[in-house]
């Protein structure tokens, strides 16, 4: 079975700009996660969804970073007027209903966003 | 105030040793916890968890150690293979009554191990 892809798998942008990053998680998994991780830094959690909702997003930095799960499978994390110290890479993973089934997360391979 | 410590940043192994990745947290109420490997340019790949109300869970090559009254936990793998060169992170989860799942990583051990 297919594993969380998430793309694009690299993204350049210019300070000031909009982007998008985009997730698609393993089929089944009804729980969604985005972090972010810096050099030298494990990942650092942003937020989690469950289904459609936003169960936890105490993670988000400021108001500049939204994300979406409209239908509860994809997830797309936004980032407005991108800033220098947004240069990292993206993490989404997934996992089953945590109260149902063990905690772990399963990720992808991230996308690596760099504002110039 | 970093909750999840790893405060070694790489370590070395002969092939067909132990080695031995340690992690310290600061928070009582973690209540699950997770090793996680990466390889270059992948993401974290799952490989061993622990819940709070036990001390030792062993998979294979591979047994994680909890000891919550130190608020440490240790990852061995016995024996070293060259494949299990990686860097390891160090995860907690807050329990909250189940409000959340997020997990809390540390910085990551580089492990190498030596032919």
């Keep these: ?116 | 105030d970093q909750q999840v410590k790893q405060n070694s940043p790489s370590l070395s192994v002969q092939e067909g040793r132990i080695s031995i990745l340690n992690c310290d947290y600061t928070n009582s109420m973690f209540d699950y916890f997770l090793w996680y490997k990466k390889y270059p340019a992948e993401g974290p790949t799952f490989l061993i968890s622990i819940s709070s109300i036990k001390d030792k869970n062993e998979d294979g090559r591979f047994t994680v150690f909890l000891n919550k009254s130190a608020k440490h936990l240790s990852l061995h793998i016995v024996p070293s293979q060259p494949g299990d060169s990686a860097v390891y992170f160090c995860a907690a989860r807050s329990g909250q009554g189940g409000a959340t799942n997020k997990l809390i990583f540390g910085t990551g051990t580089l492990l190498a191990v030596q032919p």
């Design chain 1, 1 to 116: 079975g297919a594993g969380v892809s998430q793309t694009p798998s690299n993204k350049v942008t210019e300070k000031g700009k909009y982007v998008e990053l985009r997730c698609d998680p393993i089929s089944g998994h009804t729980a969604l996660y985005w972090y972010r991780q810096s050099l030298g830094q494990g990942p650092e959690f942003l937020i989690y969804f469950q289904g459609t909702g936003a169960a936890d997003d105490s993670g988000l930095p400021n108001d500049r970073f939204f994300a979406v799960r409209p239908e509860g499978s994809v997830s797309t994390l936004k980032i407005q007027r991108t800033e220098r110290g947004d240069s990292a890479v993206y993490l989404c993973a997934s996992s089953l209903t945590p109260r149902l089934a063990g905690n772990e997360q399963f990720f992808g391979p991230g996308t690596r966003l760099t504002v110039l």
